[in-house]
């Protein structure tokens, strides 16, 4: 694996990472070998409510917590690398909103901007300055983007992408990777990951069985699997979409030469390569994925991060194949919210913040920090574990190991998960409830936060 190499901006302050002041009545990370029962009356009566509103009480479904027993933790509060419920708990978060939270939840400089912004206005419904400054830095650091569409959600991004795949080469199928999951469109929920996973669904009924068919899908990191695909379907595949780094299958990291390789495949047979970096994109590298590995796909899908906590999503490429997006081509795609400016001035304000010499280090020295003590941990005591970070990205499995794609990851106890993941909570830590979920740190997080996490896990190692 090649080490990341992040760049520094001159003229601009390098990052320092700063602990936020603790909220009143929180409650930290006891120090104990069996801590109290976590107390979680209000988040059990909002849950109960909710389940009467909501489907399933949520609107997401792993917020659920299916996968990992008991009823989700109902938040009130979020300020740099903490989170506060309803019940006045304090954890330190690695779920980051799953990921946009980057530069630390509350960040003063992005609220500063927003606030400012919310004067002026926060829908327009037409074009505004901003979208070209966000732009231009999308552009600036992504090496396959010449042209960029913003849109309003991630899974917005990848239907787009899937459209403009097959306008642009006249074809009708596509590949994605076991595992992978690119958002709730039809074309993608065929042994998709994320909650699809958590839930235990195949794939999800609603699905029109033509829309299925024309979804195929390869093993990641397997380059034979895909080749086969494109020997058995010669001249109607329109592109292969993606995760770069897998996120929704735990953390899975591709070998240099399994994304070589699919760049070369994708040229040889004239087909669109997409690399979906709405989890990776800005957080492994400033360049996104693409540029970590030097490899470039012909287009790329974006978000979280590039919204800086607000709904954003985007995708980009080269403009020859952009330049097939409505108005300028015959693709229809548009969105009334798309553009909006209160997503441009949290993402041009959060890619400002990562541009700043050491941000990128802080977030690797944190991370890989933090993932080496939990796998230490582990093993002190006696149990299997696997694991590893990019960056602020990490993930790990309880199994022997390595897990290169989505079939390894199902060796993975999540019987155990699920009992770690509730001693950490009473422990005070917040990790992702699901063990097919990538986790993430932020420039918030501090040593001491990930020592006291380390701390935390020992303790919990020892008694599950």
């Known amino acids: 694996m090649q080490s990341l190499n992040a760049k520094t901006v001159q003229g601009q302050r390098p990052f320092t990472a700063q602990r936020p002041r603790a909220a009143r009545g929180s409650v930290s990370v006891r120090a104990v070998a069996a801590p109290p029962k976590l107390i979680t009356k209000r988040s059990e009566e909002i849950f109960k409510e909710a389940q009467e509103l909501l489907p399933g009480g949520v609107n997401s479904p792993v917020r659920a917590f299916r996968s990992v027993g008991g009823g989700p933790i109902v938040f009130d509060r979020v300020k740099g ?44 419904g037409a074009p505004c300055e901003l979208e070209n400054v966000l732009a231009k830095m999308v552009i600036d650091r992504v090496p396959s983007v010449e042209m960029v569409r913003f849109v309003s959600s991630g899974t917005e991004a990848c239907l787009s992408v899937l459209r403009l795949m097959r306008a642009y080469t006249g074809r009708e199928k596509i590949i994605k990777f076991t595992g992978c999951y690119h958002g709730h469109a039809d074309s993608f929920l065929v042994k998709a990951g994320s909650g699809v996973i958590t839930l235990g669904l195949p794939d999800s009924p609603g699905v029109p069985k033509s829309t ?58 004239g087909a669109v390569l997409c690399f979906d970096e709405v989890m990776t994109g800005f957080r492994i590298a400033k360049g996104c994925a693409q540029e970590y590995f030097g490899i470039t796909p012909d287009l790329t899908t974006m978000g979280k991060v590039i919204g800086g906590g607000m709904p954003v999503g985007a995708y980009g490429g080269k403009k020859e194949i952009m330049k097939m997006v409505a108005p300028a081509g015959p693709m229809y795609q548009a969105g009334t919210l798309s553009g909006n400016p209160m997503a441009m001035t949290a993402g041009i304000k959060t890619l400002e913040i990562l541009g700043r010499p050491g941000a990128y280090e802080h977030l690797e020295k944190v991370t890989k920090r933090l993932i080496d003590g939990i796998i230490a941990a582990a093993k002190e005591h006696g149990h299997e574990i696997t694991g590893g970070n990019i960056s602020g990205m990490f993930g790990f499995f309880f199994c022997k190991g390595p897990v290169s794609c989505f079939e390894d990851a199902l060796a993975a106890d999540t019987a155990k998960f699920a009992r770690f993941h509730r001693a950490m909570l009473e422990e005070g830590v917040y990790l992702a409830p699901s063990q097919f979920e990538a986790g993430f740190t932020s420039l918030a997080h501090t040593e001491a936060d990930v020592d006291a996490t380390i701390a935390a896990a020992r303790r919990v190692f020892a008694r599950i």
């Open 81 to 124: 690398a903490y989170c506060y419920d309803v019940d006045g708990n304090k954890y330190i978060d690695y779920v980051g909103s799953w990921g946009p939270a980057i530069v630390g939840h509350g960040n003063e400089e992005v609220n500063d901007a927003l606030k400012a912004q919310i004067d002026k206005g926060t829908s327009f």
């Open 212 to 269: 299925a068919a024309a979804t195929l899908t390869a093993t990641y990191n397997n380059l034979e699997s895909v080749k086969e695909l494109f020997a058995a379907n010669k001249g109607e595949i329109a592109g292969l979409i993606l995760e770069p780094v897998v996120g929704n299958s735990g953390f899975i990291v591709p070998t240099k030469e399994f994304l070589q390789g699919l760049r070369e495949i994708c040229t040889a047979e």
